[in-house]
Structure formats: C-alpha cells, structure tokens
C-alpha cells in the first residue's frame, strides 16, 4: 500500500535489498556517480563495500575520487573474465588460456558475445562469493547492453539443457540473478522521455529478466521555487532600468526552473503510479561528489 509524502507524491513502501546492487540506466543520468556513492554509503554504514566496474575502470576511479578508503573497486576486464571463466569448461586455466588465445577462436568469440556476456556475470557472481556479507555494487552497462547482459544466464539454461555451459548458466541464474541475491537500481532524469524509457526498462527487467527494479533513484530533480519568487520578479521587471532588465532576465530563468520542477512532478508521479520506490537527488549547481550523493541517498532512506 503507498503513502503520500509531504509534497503529495506516492510512496510505496521498499523492498528490503539484496546483497548485490545491480545499477542500470541509460548513458548521461549519473548512473557510475549513483553506483560509487551506494558504495560509499554503505562503506560509511556497515565498514567496507565493492564497486564492480567492467572496461578500464576510468569512470568508476573518477567517481570514488576522494572516497571512503573501504569502498574496494574491482574492475572486470573482458578477456580476463572470459578466460577465469572458461577454466572449468577446458579443465584448468592454462588450457583455457592457451585454447581462447588460438587464432581460430578470436573471431567465434568476437561473433558470440553472449559469452563474453556470460563470462563477465560469472566475475560478478564470484566477486560476491569471495566477499560474504559485503555489499557488491555493480555498475550495469547502458540501458539495452544491461538487459540484454541479464537475459544470457536465463536463454542459455532454456537453450542447452546440460553441460558445463548449461550449469554456468544455472549457477549465475541461482546464484546471483535471484531475487534475494541482487537488487536492481535503476537510475534516471526527471525528463518525460527519460521516464518513458525508464518505464520501459523496469517491464523488461520483471518480465525478461524475471528481476523487478527495487529502487528508482531520480537524479538532478530541481527544488520548488519559494511560493512567490516568481511573481515578486515579475513585479520588478516591470521596472524601468537596469534593475527592471536584471528582473526580466530572471523572470525568464524562473520560468524555466518552474517548468523543470512541474515536469520533475509529473515524472515523479508516473513512476509512483507504477508503484516504483523512489529514492530522490536534488539538481546541483556542480557536480557533487561521492560523498555528497551518499548523504543524499541516507536522507531518502538508503543506509
């Protein structure tokens, strides 16, 4: 059952999390920021965390610049996962290595990259397996990568039936992508299109990926204006004069702060109909840090 806060939105009531965080959104809405701070925070609350990064690791190093000194960032590299991975399948990691590095299997490799897919949820599992009772954070390639990362373990079991594939397949399913296992964090904008893919997103992941979003964090929602700042500088930009032209350029600027902030209502309130639990982060006038986003997410209920 929701609940109404002070500003009138609809509150659902959240989920408790699962030990693994598995953030998701599209690129430009702050998702690598939102996944290092959940890292921080928790580092902060219960003394240490990962954040799990895939590529080169330069976004998440950006964003933990200046963090808690417990806040582990492990970074997936493809061809390293892909190799730790394919041990069991070969019998060691030599023979994996030696198999995968041959001529012949780089380009199957190159037009299968559902295993590479696989491979790289199967670090992600492992990391959480060598670190029980630690929160794993894991920052989710952009929006239609992610879901299609997510669906592997799912069409692999359905595809192969047995083999030491098929139990990959099944481990990563049982193992990590469970509920009670991972959480999904979707991050988003409070812009209508954005929201519209957000939605999207939240249906494809409880209906593909059988993992409904737990939290929707709102990224850069705009305050309210105070009650009468607009028509006070309406008042004054009917005057003449360089205060009255200072007074029209900032009518013009609340204006547009004052659309912001009734589309930012009107995103709000679509994800709450849809009965989302939303964690909200104000606009900021720079981009915040680690830190500052931490505090955020413990003033909307995320410690």
Do not use: Y
Not at 88 to 113: E, H, I, Q, T, Y
Not at 139 to 145: E, F, I, K, N, Y
Not at 197 to 212: F, I, K, Q, Y
Request: aromatic content about 2%.
């Amino acid at each position: 059952m929701s609940t109404l806060d002070p500003e009138g939105h609809h509150r659902v009531p959240p989920r408790s999390l699962a030990p693994v965080f598995l953030v998701m959104g599209k690129g430009g809405v702050g998702k690598t920021t939102v996944a290092a701070s959940l890292a921080v925070l928790d580092a902060e609350t219960h003394g240490l965390a990962v954040l799990v990064e895939f590529g080169d690791g330069a976004s998440g190093r950006r964003a933990l610049t200046g963090a808690h000194r417990n806040v582990e960032h492990v970074i997936i590299r493809p061809d390293e996962a892909l190799q730790r991975g394919a041990a069991p399948l070969f019998g060691s990691a030599v023979v994996a290595k030696l198999a995968l590095d041959n001529f012949a299997m780089r380009p199957l490799l190159r037009a299968a990259p559902a295993v590479r897919e696989l491979a790289m949820l199967e670090a992600v599992r492992q990391v959480a397996a060598e670190r029980p009772g630690v929160r794993i954070v894991v920052d989710m390639p952009a929006t239609g990568h992610g879901v299609a990362w997510l669906r592997v373990p799912r069409q692999g079991r359905d595809f192969l039936g047995a083999g030491p594939l098929f139990e990959m397949c099944d481990r990563i399913g049982r193992e990590l992508l469970s509920p009670g296992r991972a959480s999904i964090v979707v991050v988003t904008l409070p812009e209508r299109l954005v929201i519209e893919e957000t939605l999207e997103l939240c249906d494809a992941l409880a209906h593909e990926v059988g993992l409904p979003a737990d939290r929707v964090v709102v990224n850069r929602v705009p305050l309210p204006l105070p009650p009468a700042a607009l028509a006070d500088a309406r008042v004054l930009a009917a005057e003449s004069g360089p205060r009255g032209a200072a007074a029209r350029s900032l009518v013009e600027a609340l204006t547009a702060r004052e659309a912001a902030s009734a589309e930012a209502r009107d995103a709000l309130e679509a994800l709450s109909l849809k009965r989302h639990a939303i964690w909200r982060l104000p606009l900021a006038p720079v981009d915040p840090s680690a830190h500052d986003v931490a505090r955020w997410l413990r003033a909307e209920g995320a410690a």
